[in-house]
């Protein structure tokens, strides 16, 4: 997601910070908690409310920016009913790149069943938008399409910073040429430099 909503030159950013990370830890994801403590709090059929105390377990250094996550979340959950059901890990391959797909949420929303990716970086305000995230969908549904779902399951991205909702089903073949395309250029991208 984060290769798809970018344009030009920060393309390349993306693909090299990929390049030279060393694995996924725990420590440097700062919105580890943030996702953990939503899936926990839907999972066990909590009350939304329960968010705020993740405010009194977090770095003080990231208070302000989890608060208003926060209350955009609540905001956005506000009113709806919720259901939790656990959604797939999952993988696409396309030509010689095999990607990870995980969401974070497996939620009914008044009765609509929905594999939410949630999307909190900063970089939400500035790139995500319907267009560029197209593919960010279409790699959700064919990445899932096999898995066993509740029928009619939609994948979504919320954006939370904006309260905002973008989604999809099956993807037509204008949106997967696009993502194979887009695939086909991080791998071109990751073996130039």
């Known amino acids: 997601m984060n290769f798809a909503i970018k344009n030009g030159v920060t393309k390349a950013t993306v693909v090299k910070k990929v390049k030279n990370s060393t694995q ?59 259901q939790w059901f656990d959604p797939p890990n999952s993988k696409y391959n396309y030509g010689n790149v095999t990607i990870n797909v995980s969401h974070e949420l497996g939620l009914f929303i008044n009765g609509k069943p929905y ?8 970089d939400a305000d500035k790139y995500a938008n319907r267009y560029n995230l197209q593919t960010t969908l279409a790699l959700s549904y064919l990445a899932t399409e096999f898995d066993q779902l509740p029928q009619g399951t939609t994948s979504m991205v919320l954006i939370v910073s904006k309260k905002k909702n973008h989604e999809s089903n099956y993807p037509g073949k204008d949106v997967i040429a696009l993502l ?14």
Do not use: C
């Not at 329960?50 to 920016?65: A, Q, T």
């Not at 594999?115 to 900063?122: A, D, E, S, Y």
């Not at 086909?184 to 130039?192: C, T, V």
């Open 24 to 82: 996924y830890h725990p420590s440097f994801d700062y919105w580890k908690e943030f996702r953990d403590e939503v899936k926990r709090i839907h999972r066990l059929n909590l009350d939304i409310k329960e968010l705020d105390n993740l405010l009194n377990r977090i770095d003080d250094k990231k208070i302000s920016n989890y608060r208003q996550a926060i209350n955009k979340y609540k905001s956005f959950i506000k009113g709806k009913s919720v």
């Open 180 to 193: 194979q395309s887009e695939i086909q250029s991080f791998e071109n991208i990751y073996n130039a430099i």
């Open 115 to 122: 594999l939410i990716k949630l999307l909190l970086t900063k």
